[in-house]
């Protein structure tokens, strides 16, 4: 049993989102700001410092200073786009305004 094939419509609408999607990501690249995918990966890396910075024994006892973990997220991403940079790919440069905004709203917290 094949599955039902989607409308010619269905599949414009699809498209019309993806170009949409990629046009809000090319717009916040160009404004220095993570997009949310990489914001959550730098804010996991961020964490990961922190944690891993705690003594052995104590890392998951130890409590985490979220100040430090924002500091290691805004870290991981300059590290990304010096990496990217050296590998000759295009790259995002960040702007620290742009990077505070969004590790705000993606926290839930005040800009």
Not at 20 to 41: F, H, I, Q
Request: no cysteine.
């Amino acid at each position: 049993m094949t599955a039902p094939r989607t409308s010619s419509s269905a599949a414009r609408a699809r498209e019309a989102n993806r170009a949409v999607k990629a046009a809000s990501r090319a717009r916040a690249a160009e404004a220095g700001a993570p997009d949310p995918a990489t914001l959550d990966r730098a804010i996991a890396d961020g964490l990961a410092v922190v944690i891993a910075g705690a003594p052995k024994g104590y890392r998951l006892a130890s409590p985490i200073d979220a100040g430090r973990v924002l500091l290691a997220a805004a870290a991981a991403l300059k590290a990304r786009t010096e990496r990217a940079i050296a590998a000759g790919k295009p790259a995002v440069v960040y702007r620290r305004e742009a990077v505070a905004t969004a590790l705000a709203a993606r926290l839930g917290l005040d800009p």
